[in-house]
């Protein structure tokens, strides 16, 4: 059976707003252990390490070039896929999900219609902090993250406080339903069991969609032992263990059919997996291009260098982006509203009252 090693980076549970990890994401190769072996040996004949590992790697200006020609050889002659998501953005999509979106569905409006949840969070990703005020807007998406962890009354009314303490006149129609209104089926949306704002759902669901492509039958997931792989480790079990036929349309080259090709999944000791070894050199890479092309960090692999490597069906990435006219192209048609509620009835919580 086809074996698809993975592994993540970036990950902070809840708390999509910690400083210091920006981004996260996930990078999955189909290479077997042997082979993963033998480009070890081949692109760094001297390591001396028991284990192989991108951060301790990238350090050093003498590995950059050699790092960069290991990832050539994967994604040239291997299946891979990356993904990495901007968690700010994230936190935004689930604040338009959660926060905003009930309000529109009362009314019988299909916010998710041509991915305008996706343009509305990138215009308040990238220019709320300007028009709706700082600190104002960071404390208002602290207030959610608070609000969808805690499940409150204290919480969810801070969170109301929050947003009123905005600019929010400027933009209503995406704060107002808080600010205005407090809108009961917005909290009560924030305030459902198994809602909550951890990124791994996200992450597991887009890498997925790639591996069932790339995979010609029934495969086999294997991560590393780490604590933060748990929770995916959990959630790949379950995408496996259901077995409802269905599918979704999610983008314009992508769609989610259950029951999976997936069919089993495996925890590793990375020491002993040179595959897991090479996942943990793609996503490292990944995440860290992506810090020093938003500014936020310096030094390590060229970042251009590090992306002119993947192929466009190789890269799978959530960044804010202000091209409306091209999200709406490439989302139209999609099932957005579907699969959410069908998340939310068969992987994490309870349906929306209709």
Same mark, same amino acid.
């Given at each position: 059976?086809?074996?698809?090693?993975?592994?993540? %980076?970036?990950?902070?549970?809840?708390?999509? =707003?910690?400083?210091?990890?920006? &981004? !996260?994401?996930?990078?999955?190769?189909?290479?077997?252990?042997?082979?993963?072996?033998?480009? +070890?040996?081949?692109? $760094?004949?001297?390591?001396?390490?028991?284990?192989?590992?991108?951060?301790?790697?990238?350090?050093?200006?003498?590995?950059?070039?050699?790092?960069?020609?290991? !990832?050539? *050889?994967?994604?040239?002659?291997?299946?891979?896929?990356?993904? +990495?998501?901007?968690?700010?953005?994230?936190?935004?999509?689930?604040?338009? *999900?959660?926060?905003?979106?009930?309000?529109?569905?009362?009314?019988?409006?299909?916010?998710?219609?041509?991915?305008?949840?996706?343009?509305?969070?990138?215009?308040?990703?990238?220019?709320?902090?300007? &028009? =709706?005020?700082?600190?104002?807007?960071?404390?208002?998406?602290?207030?959610?993250?608070?609000?969808?962890?805690?499940?409150?009354?204290?919480?969810?009314?801070?969170?109301?406080?929050?947003?009123?303490?905005?600019?929010?006149?400027? &933009?209503?129609?995406?704060?107002?339903?808080?600010?205005?209104?407090?809108?009961?089926?917005?909290?009560?949306?924030?305030?459902?069991?198994?809602?909550?704002? *951890?990124?791994?759902?996200?992450?597991?669901? %887009?890498?997925? %969609?790639?591996?069932?492509?790339?995979?010609?039958?029934?495969?086999?997931?294997?991560?590393?032992?780490?604590?933060?792989?748990?929770?995916?480790?959990?959630?790949?079990?379950?995408?496996?263990?259901?077995?409802?036929?269905?599918?979704?349309?999610?983008?314009?080259?992508?769609?989610?059919?259950?029951?999976?090709?997936?069919?089993?999944?495996?925890?590793?000791? %990375?020491?002993?997996?040179?595959?897991?070894? =090479?996942?943990?050199?793609?996503?490292?890479?990944?995440?860290?291009?992506?810090?020093?092309?938003?500014?936020?960090?310096?030094?390590?692999?060229?970042?251009?260098?590090?992306?002119?490597?993947?192929? *466009?069906?190789? $890269? +799978?990435?959530?960044?804010?982006?202000?091209?409306?006219?091209?999200?709406?192209?490439?989302?139209?048609?999609?099932?957005?509203?579907?699969?959410?509620?069908?998340?939310?009835?068969?992987?994490?919580?309870?349906?929306?009252?209709?």
């Amino acid at each position: 059976m086809e074996c698809f090693r993975i592994d993540e %980076s970036g990950y902070t549970g809840f708390d999509l =707003l910690n400083a210091d990890q920006r &981004f !996260q994401g996930a990078s999955a190769i189909g290479i077997s252990d042997e082979d993963a072996a033998r480009l +070890i040996r081949e692109h $760094f004949p001297r390591i001396q390490a028991p284990e192989l590992k991108y951060r301790s790697l990238s350090r050093r200006p003498a590995n950059h070039e050699r790092l960069l020609s290991l !990832q050539r *050889d994967l994604l040239t002659h291997y299946r891979c896929v990356t993904y +990495i998501c901007d968690k700010r953005f994230l936190l935004m999509l689930k604040f338009v *999900d959660y926060a905003v979106e009930p309000f529109y569905y009362e009314r019988g409006i299909d916010f998710y219609d041509n991915g305008q949840n996706y343009a509305m969070a990138s215009l308040l990703t990238l220019t709320g902090p300007t &028009f =709706l005020g700082q600190p104002a807007y960071d404390n208002m998406l602290a207030a959610f993250q608070h609000a969808v962890k805690e499940k409150t009354p204290g919480p969810l009314e801070a969170l109301v406080a929050a947003a009123r303490a905005t600019h929010w006149r400027d &933009f209503p129609e995406g704060i107002g339903p808080l600010a205005q209104y407090a809108a009961p089926e917005c909290l009560s949306a924030i305030a459902t069991p198994g809602v909550n704002t *951890d990124a791994a759902l996200v992450v597991l669901q %887009s890498l997925i %969609s790639r591996m069932e492509v790339m995979a010609e039958g029934p495969y086999r997931v294997e991560h590393d032992q780490s604590k933060n792989l748990l929770t995916y480790h959990d959630l790949l079990q379950r995408f496996i263990d259901h077995d409802q036929e269905i599918e979704f349309r999610q983008t314009e080259i992508t769609s989610l059919k259950f029951p999976l090709k997936l069919a089993e999944v495996a925890q590793v000791d %990375s020491k002993t997996s040179p595959a897991v070894q =090479l996942a943990d050199v793609m996503i490292g890479a990944a995440i860290e291009a992506a810090n020093n092309i938003a500014g936020l960090r310096s030094g390590g692999l060229d970042p251009e260098a590090v992306m002119t490597l993947y192929a *466009d069906h190789q $890269f +799978i990435h959530m960044v804010p982006s202000v091209d409306f006219e091209e999200q709406r192209r490439f989302r139209q048609g999609t099932q957005a509203a579907e699969l959410i509620d069908y998340f939310s009835v068969n992987f994490y919580g309870r349906p929306r009252e209709s």
